[in-house]
Each structure stands twice: as C-alpha cells, then as structure tokens.
C-alpha cells in the first residue's frame, strides 16, 4: 500500500484586519504567508524566523499572545515535519496559530521555552514522538517513552511499528465482534 499524497486545502486569506495585518505591521521585514482557517489566523513563517515571531507575538502589545495553547509536531512524510504553535491572547481575545516547516533530515528548531515557560513539555513530547530536536530546551528528556528508546518515533509515519499496530487495531475489533463487544 502507498500512502497517498497528502492534500492541502485551497489556502483562503484571511479577513481584513485580521491578527495578520497585526502581525505584517509588527514585522514589516518576515515573510509570513497567512490563510484563515476555521477558527485561527494561520501563519506559515521560515524557520529561521520563528523565534522572532513567537517573541513579537507574545511582547508587543497590539498582538500580546501570552498563552502558548499547544505546541505539537506533524509528520508531512517526504515533504517534511511541521511545528505548530497555538497562542491566544487574554488582552486582545484574538487566536493565532503559526506553522514552520523542518525537513526530514535536519528537524532542529530552536526552542520556545524561553519565551513560554509551558512550551517545556510541548516540545518534550514533540521531540520524543516526532524526533525534532529543540536547541536550547533546558530538559529535554523524554516524558512517555523509556531514555533509551531512540531508535524511532511512533509518531511519525514511517514508524517501523505503523503496521504492527493497525494489525492490532484490526484484531481487537475482531475479537471484539467475536465476543459481542463491538459497537453497534
């Protein structure tokens, strides 16, 4: 079976005066491409950039994302991993979610724990399921898998145990409907 190519839904900007004409007046000199997604602005920005970003987000005071809401990892296959962050402002009542891109081979980033003290786990987690490496984490020890589980990252889609597991999965929703358990 080969996985299928994954497909992006048609990038719709957002509003005007929207958090990304927030964002493009505080940062006149980034590149961020911005698209409305359900609820969030969302902002694609380069790596090398994302710190910057995540900083004027939560310091200047027309944007004032205190709140890191999640950060979480994303496993793209060959087009790469993706760092997602999602901020909320109390001040402003606005969302925000910004999105960078690492390719397979070099997934470094530099870590956001000096800017939220509550990226720590976030990134923890993201590091031990995805195997992205946040330079700088004051701590960046694995909070669900055993130290010396490196190996490989269940997360991500060539995890060497993908297929185990769905032929688990299917087993138990057999054994299930074989003992009357499944649903209905």
Wanted: include cysteine.
């Amino acid at each position: 079976m080969s996985p299928e190519e994954p497909q992006e839904a048609p990038a719709v900007p957002p509003p005007p005066g929207s958090v990304a004409d927030l964002f493009a007046a505080v940062l006149p000199d980034v590149k961020l491409q911005a698209a409305q997604g359900a609820l969030d602005v969302i902002l694609t920005v380069d790596r090398g950039d994302v710190v910057r970003v995540l900083r004027a987000a939560r310091d200047d005071p027309r944007l004032d994302f205190k709140y890191l809401r999640c950060l979480s990892g994303v496993d793209h296959m060959e087009h790469g991993l993706e760092v997602v962050y999602n901020l909320y402002s109390y001040t402003h009542k606005h969302n925000v979610t910004i999105k960078t891109r690492l390719p397979q081979d070099d997934a470094r980033l530099p870590s956001a724990t000096s800017i939220w003290r509550g990226a720590d786990w976030h990134e923890r987690e993201a590091a031990e399921m995805f195997g992205i490496f946040f330079e700088g984490h004051p701590n960046l020890v694995p909070l669900l898998l055993p130290e010396d589980m490196t190996d490989h990252h269940p997360l991500r889609k060539d995890n060497p145990l993908a297929e185990i597991e769905v032929w688990q999965a299917e087993r138990a929703g057999l054994a299930a409907a074989e003992t009357g358990e499944a649903e209905e």
